[in-house]
């Protein structure tokens, strides 16, 4: 699996990136293994933060 440190791409939609995004993003790391320290950077700590709940919503 390649990891991209980068915020989301903008949805095919157009709509903005929503919280709920970013957690399940989060999830989805920690379910294949990446660690909560390579967390991806992003512009907002709202989705960092966002990020991190999901990650840590699976172990």
Known sequence: ????????????NGKPNTNKDYEVQGWNAASFGVKAEDCPYYATSTAEK???KGHRSVN
Request: net charge positive; hydrophobic share 40%.
């Open 1 to 12: 699996m390649t990891f991209l440190n980068k915020p989301l791409p903008t949805k095919s």
């Open 50 to 52: 966002y990020w991190l």
